[in-house]
């Protein structure tokens, strides 16, 4: 049973109320301290025009980003080939950061290795320096997977992962 959130008197005849800010469930002796409140009720087409909608548009809101790409990686050395290339054009930090748009802090992270620059990041250091940061993702053929299959008694996932080295 239900119960007045003021008083915690158990009852059947609640109204809802606004006390100080809060919306509150009131029974008929508290409800004079709060502002009555009544609730508006959504016809049930309305609610399932926008269940419809939610499951129909679910996927679209979980979608990747569009500049995503799944294939792609920085590679492993990329804070001694950013540093060595601003190391060649003689400028500072500072200086690279200011032309990149980009804080100091952050190439200051990239450049000893403490964080891994974006995708979109790379790019913009490699269009700067003209240095190789992005790598494509080596993809597994189908002719691997059938060379293991016939070679072994089944395919593992070992056996088609690719490790980075």
């Known amino acids: ?39 508006k009720q959504v016809p049930k087409d309305v609610i399932d025009k926008r269940l419809e909608y939610y499951k129909t548009h679910r996927y679209n809101s979980m979608s990747l980003p569009p500049d995503f790409s799944g294939d792609e990686n920085i590679v492993r050395d990329y804070a001694q080939r950013v540093r060595n290339a601003r190391e060649k054009t003689g400028k500072t930090q500072e200086e690279v950061a200011l032309d990149l748009a980009e804080k100091s802090s952050v190439l200051q992270k990239i450049e000893s290795g403490h964080q891994e620059p974006t995708i979109k990041l790379a790019r913009k250091l490699e269009q700067f320096f003209k240095i190789d940061l992005v790598q494509k993702e080596e993809k597994t053929s189908d002719e691997d997977v059938e060379s293991y299959r016939s070679s072994s008694t089944g395919v ?5 992962i690719k490790f980075k080295k």
């Open 1 to 39: 049973m239900p119960s007045c959130e003021m008083c915690g008197y158990i009852g059947e005849s609640f109204h809802r109320a606004i006390v100080e800010g809060t919306l509150l469930s009131l029974c008929d002796k508290c409800v004079r301290f709060g502002e009555v409140v009544q609730l």
């Open 156 to 160: 593992t996932i070992g056996d088609v």
